[in-house]
């Protein structure tokens, strides 16, 4: 293959790998922590493609361990947080909430303590639009935390990498 035909192929490549990444956007990102080992990041991921995406993973160096988790029942009506190995799906033209009491990254063995205002940087991984890199906020005072429907839109830096 030659020089020029493999620019083009490349080219190409990368313009129909442009409108996935462009599908995923972050809304309203937060981490807090209530102690020195653990904390957690909430926001909004909104799908405004026509197909669904699935949330796989993520990955971070602010802790040892960081993962996808939620909340359920268990048998005595106690709520309990467990990890969600195979993530969550991200509807077509729709948003999944990641919040307290609910979906949510958890950070485990931080690495150094959330300190407010600090920037935590993560990497969600989505089946389609592929690694989203995302600058988010430390938010500790409960007044301040961003409101879903009326705080600052922030999208991803969506950094393909």
Same mark, same amino acid.
């Given at each position: 293959? +030659?020089?020029? +035909?493999?620019?083009?192929?490349?080219?190409?490549?990368?313009?129909?790998?442009?409108?996935?990444?462009?599908?995923?956007? &972050?809304?309203?990102?937060?981490?807090?922590?209530?102690?020195?080992? !653990?904390?957690?990041?909430?926001?909004?991921?909104?799908?405004?493609?026509?197909?669904?995406?699935?949330?796989?993973?993520?990955?971070?160096?602010? !802790?040892?361990? =960081?993962?996808?988790?939620?909340?359920?029942?268990?048998?005595?009506?106690?709520?309990?947080?467990?990890?969600?190995?195979?993530?969550? =799906? =991200?509807?077509?033209?729709?948003? &999944? /909430?990641? $919040?307290?009491?609910?979906?949510? *990254?958890?950070?485990?063995? /931080?690495?150094?303590?959330?300190? $407010?205002?600090?920037? @935590?940087?993560?990497?969600? *991984?989505?089946?389609?639009?592929?690694? *989203?890199? =995302?600058? @988010?906020? *430390?938010?500790?005072?409960?007044?301040?935390?961003?409101?879903?429907?009326?705080?600052?839109?922030?999208?991803?830096?969506?950094?393909?990498?």
């Amino acid at each position: 293959m +030659s020089l020029k +035909s493999t620019l083009i192929a490349t080219l190409a490549a990368f313009i129909l790998a442009t409108p996935a990444l462009a599908e995923i956007e &972050i809304h309203d990102p937060y981490a807090r922590s209530s102690n020195a080992m !653990a904390g957690a990041a909430f926001m909004v991921i909104h799908n405004s493609g026509d197909t669904d995406d699935h949330l796989m993973g993520v990955t971070s160096d602010a !802790a040892q361990r =960081v993962e996808l988790h939620t909340h359920i029942e268990d048998e005595n009506g106690v709520m309990r947080m467990i990890h969600v190995e195979d993530g969550f =799906v =991200v509807p077509a033209a729709s948003d &999944i /909430l990641l $919040q307290r009491g609910g979906n949510h *990254v958890m950070f485990m063995g /931080l690495t150094a303590p959330f300190v $407010q205002d600090d920037i @935590i940087t993560i990497i969600l *991984v989505f089946e389609n639009a592929g690694e *989203v890199t =995302v600058e @988010i906020p *430390v938010v500790q005072v409960e007044s301040t935390s961003p409101s879903w429907t009326t705080g600052p839109t922030v999208k991803a830096a969506l950094l393909h990498l």
